[in-house]
């Protein structure tokens, strides 16, 4: 009997399909176990449950009237609260936002997966305006994470990363700006994937930098990284950087394997800082590849720094009006940074956006010699919430800003990433795979390889 709480999203749409167990069955399960565990974890700002158990019984009939299952059919899932979902408010993690009426629409994305028969159960803490590397939110508490309930979720899409690590949902939807897709990732032990810039829509969510934003999926395998990704591409004029390109299923390429890869570990900037944990996942998974080329991304350090430059300006741009009328209801943290960033001089935005054309150009031409590059998701394993410092490269730094150290020069041009778990002993922590731009399938079918080895796994924690 299929154990619904840690079931696989592909295992639950193959019972769901042959009838074994029906689409209500599944999202009752759900519901109960986000009953049982959300107080502690703390994932879940919204459950839609009529929506949800309305959503399902039109599956069931539809099934038993012999029309065919889609590819995700029964499926819960939940979405980081940015995405707007009809009937709620889009909160965005913050306090101001919760003043606006209802959503009329569901999120692009939220439809697509549903159209594979997918079925959306709630939405999600996160980090306020998506600021956030650590899954702690002053209006709505922490999202916690399962191995750990001391510890950070990882932001800012820590309630994402918190219900799928915990069992409450296989699948679940974040974004990703600065790395909040690859850090709750790295830090719960699950698989992750930020597409690259342009991919998937990001019309109807709340946007925090639109030069930088990513949306993508959370699952714990990576057929079901696939299949929701493949249920999500397809182009849409009300995002104006989403591209037109035809439909790229990475479904079909997860089982090539390795074979005729070239795969390089990057080095300098990228192992520097890292806590043995980090650096001892990055072995771990480049020994299993057999990898031993070593490259550096020219300047990296200065990308991360390009990167805060062009976050802080666009977001404090974005908040200007309400940072102006209200102030006192921002996270204070977040407030102080968005006001620093409204007075950064326009000649260093120039400056910054410059170095992001030369840094592309760079990379780009090192990916026409190797397919993958495999990095650090993160400089350590989750710490505990409320830490304020840690020690990087023999230096006490502030945790906050310093999570991102290793998503930052990765997502500060696009590239698409497959965060794959890696599960060491008492915490997993994630490691990277890097591939050039469109090349999602890839990153993906290196991570499936990593999975089949026993090598990339979304732990069980201790919780459950």
Not at 266 to 286: D, I, R, S, T
Request: net charge neutral.
């Amino acid at each position: 009997m299929l154990e619904l709480n840690f079931a696989k999203g592909h295992e639950i749409t193959a019972a769901v399909a042959s009838g074994d167990i029906s689409a209500r069955e599944v999202v009752e399960a759900a519901l109960a176990s986000v009953k049982k565990h959300d107080h502690t974890l703390n994932a879940f700002t919204d459950v839609t449950v009529e929506r949800a158990l309305s959503r399902a019984a039109a599956l069931d009939k539809a099934r038993a009237s012999g029309k065919p299952s889609g590819p995700l059919a029964g499926v819960p899932f939940a979405v980081k609260n940015l995405f707007d979902v009809a009937g709620l408010p889009t909160r965005a993690g913050s306090k101001i936002n919760r003043d606006l009426p209802p959503a009329q629409q569901d999120s692009p994305l939220i439809e697509r997966l549903e159209a594979a028969g997918a079925i959306l159960i709630g939405a999600l803490n996160m980090g306020e305006y998506a600021y956030d590397f650590t899954g702690e939110n002053v209006h709505d508490g922490p999202s916690r994470n399962p191995h750990d309930v001391t510890r950070m979720s990882g932001g800012s899409s820590g309630g994402s990363g918190s219900a799928v690590a915990g069992g409450l949902v296989p699948l679940a939807l974040g974004s990703d700006t600065n790395g909040s897709i690859r850090v709750p990732s790295s830090f719960c032990g699950i698989f992750g994937l930020k597409p690259t810039f342009g991919r998937l829509t990001r019309a109807r969510s709340f946007p925090f930098v639109a030069s930088l934003d990513h949306l993508g999926p959370f699952a714990r395998c990576t057929r079901d990284l696939a299949l929701a990704y493949d249920a999500m591409q397809g182009h849409d004029p009300a995002d104006p950087v989403c591209v037109e390109r035809r439909f790229e299923p990475s479904l079909p390429e997860l089982s090539r394997g390795i074979k005729g890869l070239r795969i390089a570990v990057a080095g300098g900037y990228f192992k520097k800082g890292a806590f043995p944990e980090a650096l001892q996942a990055l072995e771990h998974v480049a020994k299993a590849l057999q990898v031993s080329r070593e490259i550096e991304l020219p300047e990296a350090h200065r990308a991360r720094a390009a990167a805060y430059v062009i976050t802080t300006t666009e977001g404090a741009a974005l908040h200007l009006d309400r940072l102006r009328r209200r102030a006192h209801d921002f996270d204070p943290a977040t407030r102080d940074r968005l006001i620093a960033g409204a007075m950064i001089p326009s000649s260093l935005v120039v400056k910054a956006q410059k170095f992001r054309r030369w840094y592309r150009e760079r990379v780009l031409a090192l990916l026409q010699d190797v397919d993958v590059i495999l990095a650090p998701a993160t400089p350590c394993v989750a710490p505990a919430i409320g830490q304020q410092t840690f020690i990087l490269d023999g230096v006490e730094m502030p945790v906050r800003p310093n999570i991102g150290i290793y998503t930052q020069p990765i997502s500060f041009i696009g590239l698409p990433v497959a965060a794959v778990p890696v599960p060491l002993m008492p915490l997993p922590i994630g490691v990277q795979v890097i591939a050039a731009p469109w090349r999602e399938d890839i990153a993906l079918r290196v991570a499936h390889h990593l999975e089949e080895m026993g090598v990339a796994v979304a732990p069980r924690p201790p919780m459950n």
